[in-house]
């Protein structure tokens, strides 16, 4: 069969705080555009959603959150953290993908030292 990519695209994913989904949006463009498939976090518990008004479900669907994003980092080629903060979950994130040698590059290069 004939394809028009020599070669499998990379697949990135996107890891920060969801205050950033802005620029998540953003970069995924920017990543898109790039050729690279990718993976994002899709659901941002800060705003509102009828399948987390109930503090309840959001306690059950928190866990359940954080290990499918573990799978996307797995299966990523590389991981892009975005935005101008890291906090201790994104940081864990990149400590995770690192064990995994995964490649991390940053939106902002100059918090690359916090995220250590």
Known sequence: ????????????VLCGSTRFMAE???ANAQETAAGRIVL??????KTP?????DPAAVEAL?????????AKIRAADQVLVVGDYVGDSTRAEI????????TVRY?????EETAK
């Open 1 to 12: 069969m004939f394809s028009l990519l020599a070669q499998e695209p990379e697949i990135v």
């Open 62 to 70: 928190k866990p359940r959150l954080d290990a499918l994003h573990r």
């Open 24 to 26: 998540m949006t953003e």
């Open 49 to 53: 959603h009828s399948l987390w008004t």
């Open 95 to 102: 400590a995770y993908a690192r064990r995994l040698g995964k």
């Open 40 to 45: 994002a976090p899709g659901c941002d518990l």
């Open 107 to 111: 939106t902002h290069p100059e918090v």
